[in-house]
């Protein structure tokens, strides 16, 4: 927050005109000439003496303030050539003018051109053993500070407000069509929705990452029982639909059963993307916008749009993909969760990154990991894909290292510039190389082993995301490898809550 300090600038006025003794009794005396003392004032007592005594004080008018200048006494020495006009300089402590009467008022002593002025008591200069402390408070990176170099630059978030506008709207959406089809905002039958929300049909109606609308599953296809599904405005158990009613989007193929590998095949891979803009109610919209209101759209301001955008769709998407290998395949996913989690990585590093520079380093991790850990153990409750959570977290980490600045120490090493902005490349007399685009040959040339050294860290990171990317994706589609335990991850071994999402069969027709 940015503070506005407004100055008082007092003005500098023109010495009044000296009075005339016929038309004022109580006269300025001229100044002798220099380097003669004045002459004190005389008047002549009853007996016919001469003593020197103050002119006498005019009776008091309305007028009159203690602004008001009567009495001149001036050094030879900082008289004035020529003039009638009376000094209303102060001279300071130990100078060679003096007060003349109780209610002058001092004025400022006189400066050079080059000196400091402050018109205000709390305008002076930071200096000393109190300007050092305050200096000193200053160092370090304060709890939920970003620390990255070029991170203070500020800019639009863009996305971060573009993406959180959509959300909101596709939950109304969701909301309006609950209503149309149950004549309820929220599910309320056949069973409350707990995050005030529409239903689980509606969602998988309208885009919710559901495996069966994307590929075979063994349990469906391959099934030799008769596997029906809820249909979008089901308030009863008993209401069932074919697959293709409850995909939407134009239908997939209705499963034949006991045919595994049933051709064509549902194929609604966009379920990987849209879920990212959809909740699934009230609560789960509300947490997730606090989060990308705050966090996530200082990340953004941090490190640019570009860079802040690929971060949030990869780990997003990635998560999504890992709930497709992992979870229970009657579970329908929705929610940025994901893509939150991978901002969060993001400020973890930007932790490790700037750990030599914070106050209070390591309060500042134990603050993450208890997000972190109370994140992921909520994720353990029903109805939670902790998949998403983990595989957000985990691509943001990779994806992180990518594209983020190296750690402040590193950079230091290698002659980095410390104000090195996130979006711009270069800048005019900075030491900083041009970008890849602009020059290819110029942005390696002259690089420490050091650098290099790093980017292939990076270049390691990106392969190993690629690869783990492609592997997922392949699992998922064919369904080769299976992983029993992996759905611990996700949900706890109480009351059957790792038997949700299971598919419901019923008996095939004689």
């Known amino acids: 927050m940015a503070s506005n300090n407004s100055y008082y600038s007092g003005k500098q006025y023109a010495d009044p005109p ?4 016929s038309s004022n009794p109580y006269q300025y005396s001229n100044y002798p000439p220099q380097g003669q003392p004045a002459a004190a004032p005389q008047s002549f007592g009853p007996g016919g003496g001469v003593h020197q005594q103050h002119p006498q004080q005019p009776e008091s008018s309305p007028f009159d303030s203690v602004f008001d200048d009567r009495y001149v006494t001036q050094s030879s020495s900082s008289l004035p050539r020529s003039g009638h006009y009376p000094d209303t300089s102060y001279h300071g402590q130990g100078g060679s003018g003096v007060r003349n009467a109780p209610n002058d008022i001092p004025l400022q002593d006189r400066v ?9 008591i709390y305008d002076a200069p930071d200096n000393g053993a109190a300007g050092r402390g305050r200096r000193s408070q200053k160092k370090g990176i304060r709890v939920g500070e970003l620390g990255m170099f070029g991170s203070n630059r500020k800019r639009i978030p863009w996305v971060c407000y573009i993406f959180t506008v959509v959300q909101v709207g596709v939950f109304v959406g969701e909301v309006i069509k609950n209503g149309m089809l149950t004549g309820s905002p929220i599910m309320i039958k056949p ?3 707990p995050m005030i929300g529409p239903s689980t049909q509606v969602l998988i109606n309208m885009g919710a990452r559901y495996v069966p609308c994307m590929h075979n599953v063994k349990e469906i296809q391959g099934s030799t029982d008769v596997v029906q599904f809820l249909c979008p405005n089901a308030t009863r158990d008993d209401q069932f639909c074919p697959l293709s009613e409850v995909c939407g989007f134009g239908g997939v ?7 595994a590998n049933q051709s064509p095949q549902p194929n609604q891979w966009f379920r990987f993307i849209l879920p990212i803009f959809m909740h699934a109610g009230l609560i789960h919209i509300g947490f997730n916008l606090l989060l990308q209101l705050t966090l996530a759209k200082e990340m953004e301001m941090a490190i640019g749009s570009i860079r802040f955008v690929l971060v949030y769709l990869s780990a997003g998407i990635f998560g999504f993909v890992m709930g497709g290998n992992f979870a229970a395949p009657g579970i329908a996913s929705t929610g940025a969760s994901g893509s ?14 700037s750990w030599g520079e914070r106050r209070n380093p390591v309060k ?8 972190m850990v109370i994140s992921f153990v909520l994720g353990l409750l029903p109805g939670l894909d902790n998949f998403s ?3 957000g977290f985990l691509m943001g980490l990779a994806l992180g290292v990518c594209i983020l600045h190296s750690p402040n120490a590193l950079r230091r090493k290698i002659g980095g510039s410390e104000n090195a902005s996130y979006s711009a490349v270069t800048s005019s007399g900075d030491n900083t190389a041009p970008g890849f685009l602009k020059s290819p040959i110029g942005f390696f040339k002259g690089r420490k082993p050091l650098w290099w050294a790093w980017w292939l860290v990076r270049a390691g990171f990106l392969i190993a995301v690629i690869v783990v990317f492609i592997v997922l994706i392949t699992n998922f589609y064919n369904g080769n490898h299976t992983c029993s335990w992996c759905k611990y991850l996700s949900c706890l071994p109480v009351s059957n809550w790792c038997d949700i999402g299971t598919i419901q069969k019923v008996s095939a027709p004689s």
Not at 18 to 21: G, I, L
Not at 112 to 120: L, P
Not at 340 to 353: H, K, M, S
């Open 340 to 353: 939150l989690f991978g901002v969060i990585a993001l400020t973890l590093l930007d932790l490790l990154y």
């Open 389 to 391: 959570h983990i595989g």
């Open 191 to 193: 069973r409350v929705n």
């Open 112 to 120: 050079g051109k080059n000196d400091e002025v402050t018109d205000h």
């Open 364 to 371: 500042d991790l134990m603050f993450i990991l208890l997000d």
């Open 18 to 21: 000296s009075y005339n003794a």
């Open 253 to 259: 193929p209705n499963p034949t059963f006991r045919d």
